[in-house]
């Protein structure tokens, strides 16, 4: 099936193109006005980002190009969260995958499992539902969406940040193990000192009206939330609606329609045509390796003739399968940059890599320990310098690598 056919839904563009587009649009001060809003004058850079097509660099220097902003402006602050959870990823390794600390509750005292009207989109809460329609539909998520989302998920229904982090990131177009698994951390308050609770109010004003969520779970003060957080007790959706915490049962949408999950899946779609790793595609060659977080243009400095290889590694897609939408934004791209994919294990790409003359590549923590083994690894452009002692909070971070804000 050709990229994009999936849906209906029209994808970001997987091209250099789109992103520059896109940076080029960014106006820093609407930005930073409006981007807690659904509408706001958001970037949508991250599939473009997470996949290496554009750098944090060159997403800066195409904004400053434009506009004046210092380096405590919101919006470089903003990438600088990203940079900060893979700042913590380099210090914490595997370790972001547990609780760094613990959170209201014990990690016993939640579901590992989502309840299934929760992933149907059916809970009867539209704020909720809005948000699992739009995640498992378009594989975009709003920031503060995905904050609504993942804090009903852990506070009010009561199932583990891990399970809600997992099924998130599986779908998104921009999946980032650093981002995204911090992210469900800091909301469920295992990576940040309290939890980070939202009710009906905060929906109204950042949401537009069909998110409304009046007379639902959601309608109550933050003292509510802060003592429903701190007790076992679930706060459920559409079956379980009984007026605890003076919700109105009888004001939520019952009616919601159902969004089916969207099969996940290990290999690379058949279209992309890749092949087992073969020896003879690079024996005595040089060869460059393009990744699927390493999607940019190949550099100009690599030696005459030396040959693109896409490579998609079994051993990481079997524990992180894609959703086909990922799958094609990722594949397009790589399919332009390499005439020849390889699909495969991470021996049989080492058995074949090792007849080449030269193999390069672009870091990624996704696929680090490997691409070490089988390349010399260039270090993907940084925005900021690398900071040796491990900051166990964004603002000591952000201190040391930009001043006090
Ligand atoms: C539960 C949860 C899960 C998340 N999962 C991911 C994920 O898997 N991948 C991912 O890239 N981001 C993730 N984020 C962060 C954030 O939601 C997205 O980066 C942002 O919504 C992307 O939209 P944008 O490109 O329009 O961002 P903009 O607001 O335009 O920001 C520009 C860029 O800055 C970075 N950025 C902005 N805000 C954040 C943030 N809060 N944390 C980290 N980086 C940020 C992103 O690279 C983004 O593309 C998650 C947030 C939450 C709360």
């Known amino acids: 099936m050709h990229p994009g056919a999936h849906s209906g839904v029209e994808l970001p563009a997987p091209t250099r193109a789109a992103a520059l587009a896109r940076i080029a649009a960014i106006d820093p001060d609407r930005y930073a006005r409006t981007r807690n809003h659904l509408h706001g004058a958001?970037?949508?850079?991250?599939?473009?980002?997470?996949?290496?097509?554009?750098?944090?660099p060159e997403v800066l220097a195409g904004v400053r190009a434009r506009h004046a902003i210092g380096d405590q402006h919101k919006f470089v602050f903003e990438l600088g969260w990203r940079a900060y959870f893979r700042h913590v990823w380099s210090h914490r390794a595997d370790g972001i995958f547990t609780s760094l600390h613990p959170g209201p509750l014990p990690d016993e005292a939640y579901a590992c499992a989502l309840p299934?009207?929760?992933?149907?989109?059916?809970?009867g809460v539209p704020a909720i539902d809005r948000a699992v329609h739009a995640l498992l539909t378009t594989g975009t998520l709003h920031n503060h969406a995905r904050m609504w989302l993942a804090?009903?998920?852990?506070?009010?229904?009561?199932?583990?940040?891990?399970?809600?982090?997992?099924?998130?990131?599986?779908?998104?177009?921009?999946?980032d193990l650093a981002s995204n698994h911090l992210s469900w951390q800091w909301v469920a308050g295992t990576a940040s000192h309290k939890p980070y609770l939202f009710n009906a109010d905060n929906v109204a004003r950042f949401a537009p009206a069909d998110w409304h969520s009046p007379g639902s779970v959601l309608d109550a003060g933050y003292e509510a939330m802060e003592r429903r957080a701190r007790t076992r007790a679930t706060f459920d959706g559409l079956d379980g609606h009984d007026g605890r915490d003076g919700h109105d049962p009888r004001c939520c949408d019952r009616n919601a329609e159902r969004v089916e999950e969207p099969a996940l899946y290990e290999a690379p779609p058949a279209w992309?045509?890749?092949?087992?790793?073969?020896?003879?595609?690079v024996r005595g060659c040089d060869a460059w390796?393009?990744?699927?977080?390493?999607?940019?243009?190949?550099p100009s400095d690599l030696p005459a003739g030396t040959r693109v290889l896409g490579v998609c590694v079994?051993?990481?897609?079997?524990?992180?399968?894609?959703s086909a939408r990922r799958w094609s934004f990722v594949g397009a791209r790589m399919a332009?940059?390499?005439?020849?994919?390889?699909?495969?294990?991470?021996?049989?790409?080492?058995?074949a890599l090792a007849t080449a003359r030269s193999v390069q590549t672009l870091d990624d923590p996704h696929l680090s320990p490997w691409l070490r083994q089988w390349a010399r690894v260039r270090a993907a452009p940084a925005l900021f310098p690398e900071v040796d002692r491990r900051c166990d909070s964004f603002s000591k971070w952000w201190s040391i690598v930009r001043g006090p804000a």
């Open 289 to 298: 390796l393009v990744h699927p977080w390493a999607l940019g243009d190949v």
């Open 336 to 351: 332009a940059l390499a005439p020849v994919r390889w699909a495969g294990t991470v021996d049989a790409i080492a058995t």
């Open 272 to 281: 992309l045509a890749a092949v087992p790793p073969d020896p003879a595609d």
């Open 314 to 322: 079994s051993e990481f897609h079997r524990a992180w399968p894609w």
């Open 116 to 123: 299934p009207d929760l992933a149907a989109g059916r809970t």
């Open 42 to 56: 958001v970037s949508g850079l991250s599939p473009y980002l997470t996949h290496g097509l554009v750098s944090l």
């Open 151 to 175: 804090s009903y998920t852990v506070h009010l229904r009561k199932v583990h940040w891990r399970t809600g982090a997992d099924w998130m990131v599986a779908h998104l177009l921009d999946g």
